[in-house]
């Protein structure tokens, strides 16, 4: 097969030296903790690696495979690592090389896929690999063009988009429609349209011999599947596989991975179901949650133990998801903190956004003369179109900055674009038209820029329409604020003025960072770290997005803003504006995602969060209270994951389940959930009467302390339950009417959730 490529000498390894020189394959494992040791040393797949945020993960796996190197086990030839970034691909050879396991193949899955592709294709197919199209925007152009539809260039890359979406899906251009609304994603045109682009974009392709890189990996895949001789050499060449990041993986690139594997591969996969915040571009934690009923015999290693980040902030990440609802949710890891103790976070309320800026620069100066250096504090927000009000608060304090994946705010096409029109109006509306000093600046702006995509009410849906209007909206909002700045100084705010104040802006913005605060949006921010960390913008509405409709799209929202808190090493500070400009209706309010976990906020059941709460020159300073950890009845093992939390037992460890007291429960359960009409999951989930079942309560405090029985339904169901459990039949009618009953009742989840 091909020749194997070289490894660069630059990769970095964060973790410093381990010792392992090319001696003993025992030195591999120095330095591992006991959960680290165990993934290290399982070298016979399959292996499943649930890895908790900071929990080292990487450092886990790359161990992994140099001990199997090193050991004699592994040949490093025949070992793939995949991942899903080039920067994560270049770190893993990286620390590969100084664990002394050079010529292990570590790749994107395109890389992987496209090497094979070129490789193969001449014998496959015949002739040339078709040439890779590298930017699909403008065939997209031209196929819309081709229906007859007129769109801007940020609709061109939501219909890109929306095409990526289908291919890694599977789905083909005439099932897109009913494909879209089966998901309940929101698609940004009429459903039909984008079927016709999508199907015009493919021929397109074929009439002109190109291919996208979702068609790398789809003809590779289909390859390995058509020609069986090639699917074994592949299968010869890599024996062992290992797959960071799992639970981002799409349909397409599973569908390869099978191919590539085979039955008899060793597979080790990694990943956090929390993590998963790439939904909308078709990455599915199913997968990584269904791997061991895809591999029963599979060893499963979760890593809890978080050398990131202080005890003070895993607390709020693990009461943050400690509210989650959903598929993920009942595979949560509760992480423990490896290190000391360190400052509370710091909640902030703000009477509007330029105050929220202004406060966290403020903030950000405070940590920079106490030593914190800027390159390590971000500032995080949900869209990138929040970065200019921060862009201006660090600019005015002379801060240094640096933002993260997305261009500078004035250097975005659609503000350079909406800068030129408004020096056009500005010089040809003259003094008659333009120049007032009534509150009509920032109607000039609005009309200006509702030629370029701007109105009052934002677009639906996300993607790149979005992130243009919410760019738009923020030279509205600062056309507001100039305004009123300026006739409270008795100075004109006419268009002229406001457009030599943008100029002033984008110049004081334009000066070179090179060690810089960072500001990025909480997308942009998965995979990285800092000492200290703002997460700003918190406000219903942004967080979760307006767009996020359905419960799971919230759920990932909460997933989304977990990535953020988890982030922090140290400092951790989270903030929300009650009106968007100053003097505006004060009519926000904080996120749900922070009630019970901010001080002086409802929590389930009525209470108000407390712990350590504290005051602090109108700062608010909180951590949830800790409830202490959950261990094994049998072996005393502190549990982490849910479903395990709620039977009180590690899922090998023996149940001591009264088999006919469960099917009894279950037999009463239907008998109920039929009566009330409510799905069977309402009143009680499998793992609930699971637990019911393993140890049978006596009373209702007993009963009252078993997950997944809360007050609601201790009051519905509870006499029932225990007349069940001490062999009676329960009394007719004695549960209430389950009117009142939802999934939210003691944090139940549906019946097809993978606790069954």
């Known amino acids: 097969m091909q020749a194997q490529l070289p490894v660069p000498d630059d990769a970095h390894h964060p973790y410093g030296p381990t010792g392992a020189g090319p001696g003993d394959a025992d030195a591999v494992l120095a330095g591992l903790d006991p959960e680290q040791r165990a993934v290290a040393t399982a070298l016979h797949g399959p292996v499943c690696v649930l890895a ?240 061991r009923s895809r591999h029963p015999d599979a060893t499963v290693v979760k890593l809890v133990r978080d050398y990131r980040s202080t005890p003070q902030v895993v607390h709020l990440a693990n009461g943050l998801l400690a509210q989650a609802r959903g598929e993920a949710a009942q595979h949560r890891l509760e992480l423990v903190s490896q290190r000391e103790g360190g400052p509370e976070p710091v909640y902030t309320e703000y009477p509007d956004e330029p105050a929220e800026a202004e406060g966290t620069a403020q903030r950000i100066r405070e940590l920079m003369a106490r030593g914190v250096r800027a390159s390590e504090i971000a500032v995080l927000f949900r869209t990138n179109g929040q970065s200019e009000v921060y862009e201006q608060a660090l600019a005015d304090l002379g801060l240094p900055y640096q933002l993260k994946g997305a261009e500078r705010f004035f250097e975005r096409p659609e503000i350079r674009e909406a800068g030129t029109l408004l020096r056009g109006a500005a010089r040809a509306g003259g003094a008659d038209t333009l120049a007032v000093d009534g509150p009509e600046l920032a109607a000039h702006v609005r009309a200006v820029l509702a030629s370029r995509g701007f109105s009052a009410e934002p677009p639906a849906g996300s993607g790149a329409v979005r992130e243009r209007w919410e760019s738009l909206a923020a030279l509205v909002r600062l056309a507001e604020e100039f305004e009123t700045q300026q006739r409270a100084a008795g100075l004109p705010a006419d268009l002229a003025a406001y457009v030599a104040e943008l100029d002033a802006r984008a110049n004081a913005q334009h000066a070179p960072a090179v060690e810089g605060v960072t500001l990025a949006s909480l997308h942009a921010a998965k995979g990285l770290e800092w000492d200290a960390v703002f997460l700003v913008g918190l406000t219903e509405g942004m967080v979760p997005i307006t767009y996020a409709k359905t419960d799971e799209q919230v759920e990932e929202e909460r997933r989304l803003l977990y990535v953020g808190v988890t982030r922090a090493r140290e400092h951790l500070s989270l903030s929300w504006a009650l009106a968007r400009s100053p003097g505006g209706r004060a009519g926000r309010t904080p996120s749900r995602f922070l009630d019970g976990l901010r001080p002086g906020s409802a929590v389930r059941g009525g209470a108000r969060a407390g712990g350590r709460a504290g005051v602090e020159g109108g700062t608010e300073r909180s951590g949830r209270r800790n409830r202490g950890p959950v261990k094994c009845r049998v072996c005393g093992r502190v549990l982490s994951e849910a479903v395990e939390r709620k039977l009180r037992r590690c899922e090998g460890c023996p149940s001591s389940m009264d088999e006919a007291l469960y099917e009894r429960l279950r037999a009463w359960r239907g008998e109920t959930a039929r009566a009330h009409g409510v799905p069977a999951y309402v009143v009680f989930t499998d793992v609930t009467l699971m637990a019911i079942a393993e140890d049978p309560p006596g009373s209702e405090r007993d009963l009252a302390g078993i997950a997944g029985v809360g007050p609601a339904k201790l009051d519905k169901y509870g006499a029932d339950v225990l007349s069940l459990c001490a062999g009676e039949q329960p009394v007719d009618g004695a549960a209430e009417s389950s009117e009142e009953g939802s999934v939210g009742d003691g944090g139940e989840e549906p019946e097809n959730s993978p606790e069954k």
């Open 52 to 291: 908790g945020a900071g929990t080292g993960k990487t450092r886990a796996i790359t161990h992994r495979i140099a001990y199997g190197v090193r050991s004699g086990v592994y040949r490093p030839q025949q070992v793939l690592a995949v991942t899903f970034t080039a920067r994560a691909a270049g770190e893993m050879r990286g620390r590969l090389r100084q664990l002394g396991a050079e010529g292990v193949q570590a790749r994107t899955f395109h890389s992987a896929a496209l090497r094979q592709l070129q490789y193969f294709w001449p014998r496959a197919v015949g002739g040339e690999v078709p040439r890779l199209l590298e930017r699909k925007v403008q065939l997209v152009a031209e196929a819309a063009g081709r229906c007859g539809m007129r769109v801007q260039r940020t609709e061109l890359r939501d219909l890109t988009g929306e095409i990526e979406w289908s291919k890694v899906t599977q789905i083909v251009p005439e099932d897109y429609p009913a494909a879209v609304a089966k998901s309940g994603r929101e698609a940004p045109r009429d459903a039909a349209e984008i079927s016709r682009v999508y199907g015009i974009y493919e021929q397109l392709k074929r009439d002109r011999g190109v291919i996208d890189f979702e068609d790398v990996l789809l003809l590779t895949a289909a390859i390995l599947e058509d020609r069986p001789e090639i699917a074994e050499q592949v299968r010869s060449q890599y024996q062992h596989f290992t797959v960071d990041e799992y639970q981002d993986v799409s349909p397409l690139q599973q569908r390869l991975l099978d191919q590539w594997a085979g039955p008899g591969a060793s597979l080790c996969v990694v990943g956090d179901a929390s993590q998963t915040i790439y939904s909308f571009t078709g990455a599915t934690p199913d997968y990584l949650l269904g791997f």
